[in-house]
C-alpha cells in the first residue's frame, strides 16, 4: 500500500526475526510512513498512520528523527497539548515512562508539504499559497499571543489537509540543538527555513518564525526555500521578500503579513480566524492533491493489521494449592 504517494509499509518487526509483521511502536500499530523517502527536504521527525492494537483509533505518530534529543523531543511535544489557533496540531498522546519516545495525535488524511507539490507537479498555485500562508500565520499570531515561539515551521512541518494546513514538529530547532549551539546542518532541519540568528544559535524568537514562515510560503510557490526574488509570483513577491530579510527588524509583522495575502482586516466583530476562512474554500487545494487525500484515505481504512493474540492458557489447570 501507498498511501502517501511514495511511504511503504512498514512490516519491520523491530529484528525480531519475524518478516512478515507489522511494526509496534507503544499500543500502536505502524501503517504506512506519512513522508516521501524520495524528498529532498529533509523531516526532523519519522512520521507514519498507525493504528491501535485493538484497532478502534487510527493516530498520526511521530518518532524523534536522526540526532534529536529524544528528551527533548517529548518536552516540545508535550508543551504543543497547550498551543492554539486553527492550524494547530498538538500531541494529544505521548510515549510512557521507559518507552522509546513517540507521541500521537488524531489521524485524519494530511499530505506534507513537499509531497503535495510532488502530487501537483511542481509550485503551487497562488490562490493556494495565500490560503496556505493565511492560515499558519494566523495560528502563529495565537502561538505568539501564548508567549510561545514555534520554532520549527519549514516545509516539512505543514501537513496539508482538505479544510486546513497543520503544524508540526513542535520546536524542531530547539529539539535539535540547545540554544548557543549553531545548528545548520544538523539532521533533519532544512537549512533554507532557518533564521540567520537561529542558525548561528541564538535562542529562538517570533520574527524567527516570520522568517520560516516566508520560507515555507517560497518553497510552495516556486519549489525552492531560498528562490531568487523573480521567481516569486509577482502578487507575494514582496511580502514573502520581506519576510525573509536577514535582519529581523526588517521582516513584517505577522499582521502585515494576513493583510498582504487576504485584504485589508476585517471590519466590525469579525476576528482574525474568518479573515483567514475566506481564502480556505474549496478549492483551495489542487484537483490532484484532493485525489491524493481521498485515496490515503481509503488505504488507510482498508489497511490489513493483524491483531495480536491474546496469551495462551497453561497447558494444564493450576490447583489452589499450587
Known amino acids: 500500500m501507498h498511501a502517501t504517494g511514495g511511504a511503504a509499509d512498514v512490516v519491520d518487526a523491530g529484528g525480531q526475526g519475524r518478516p512478515g509483521r507489522r511494526r509496534c511502536v507503544g499500543p500502536y500499530v505502524l501503517i504506512t510512513g506519512l513522508d516521501d523517502s524520495r524528498s529532498r527536504i529533509p523531516v526532523p521527525e519519522r512520521r507514519y498512520v498507525a493504528?491501535?492494537?485493538?484497532?478502534?483509533?487510527?493516530?498520526?505518530?511521530?518518532?524523534?528523527?536522526?540526532?534529536?534529543?529524544?528528551?527533548?523531543?517529548?518536552?516540545?511535544?508535550?508543551?504543543?497539548?497547550?498551543?492554539?489557533?486553527?492550524?494547530?496540531?498538538?500531541?494529544?498522546?505521548?510515549?510512557?515512562?521507559?518507552?522509546?519516545?513517540?507521541?500521537?495525535?488524531?489521524?485524519?488524511?494530511?499530505?506534507?508539504?513537499?509531497?503535495?507539490?510532488?502530487?501537483?507537479?511542481?509550485?503551487?498555485?497562488?490562490?493556494?499559497?495565500?490560503?496556505?500562508?493565511?492560515?499558519?500565520?494566523?495560528?502563529?499570531?495565537?502561538?505568539?499571543?501564548?508567549?510561545?515561539?514555534?520554532?520549527?515551521?519549514?516545509?516539512?512541518?505543514?501537513?496539508c489537509a482538505a479544510d486546513v494546513p497543520r503544524l508540526t514538529c513542535y520546536g524542531a530547532v530547539r529539539a535539535a540543538a540547545p540554544d548557543g549551539t549553531p545548528r545548520s546542518g544538523l539532521p533533519g532541519l532544512e537549512t533554507g527555513s532557518l533564521p540567520p540568528e537561529q542558525a548561528s544559535g541564538g535562542r529562538p524568537r517570533p520574527l524567527g518564525d516570520v522568517y520560516a514562515l516566508g520560507a515555507t510560503l517560497a518553497y510552495a510557490a516556486t519549489g525552492h526555500t531560498t528562490p531568487e526574488r523573480d521567481e516569486i509570483p509577482a502578487g507575494i513577491r514582496t511580502v514573502i521578500a520581506r519576510s525573509l530579510s536577514r535582519d529581523p527588524s526588517d521582516?513584517?509583522?505577522?499582521?502585515?503579513?494576513?493583510?498582504?495575502?487576504?485584504?485589508?482586516?476585517?471590519?466590525?466583530?469579525?476576528?482574525?480566524?474568518?479573515?483567514?476562512?475566506?481564502?480556505?474554500?474549496?478549492g483551495w487545494l489542487p484537483g490532484r492533491v484532493v485525489a491524493a487525500l481521498a485515496h490515503q484515505s481509503a488505504a488507510v481504512l482498508t489497511a490489513d493489521i493483524p491483531v495480536e493474540s491474546p496469551p495462551t492458557s497453561p497447558a494444564h489447570p493450576v490447583s489452589p494449592s499450587d
Open 51 to 159: 493504528r491501535s492494537t485493538d484497532g478502534e483509533h487510527t493516530v498520526l505518530l511521530s518518532l524523534p528523527g536522526t540526532g534529536v534529543d529524544p528528551r527533548r523531543f517529548l518536552a516540545e511535544a508535550e508543551a504543543s497539548r497547550y498551543l492554539l489557533g486553527p492550524s494547530a496540531a498538538p500531541a494529544t498522546a505521548l510515549s510512557g515512562p521507559g518507552e522509546p519516545p513517540w507521541y500521537a495525535r488524531p489521524y485524519q488524511p494530511v499530505l506534507p508539504l513537499p509531497t503535495v507539490l510532488s502530487v501537483h507537479g511542481g509550485p503551487l498555485p497562488e490562490r493556494t499559497v495565500r490560503a496556505l500562508g493565511a492560515a499558519l500565520a494566523e495560528t502563529l499570531t495565537v502561538v505568539h499571543g501564548q508567549g510561545l515561539t514555534f520554532a520549527g515551521v519549514s516545509p516539512a512541518a505543514v501537513l
Open 251 to 282: 521582516r513584517p509583522q505577522l499582521d502585515e503579513i494576513l493583510v498582504e495575502l487576504i485584504g485589508e482586516p476585517a471590519s466590525g466583530e469579525a476576528g482574525v480566524e474568518s479573515r483567514a476562512a475566506a481564502l480556505l474554500t474549496p
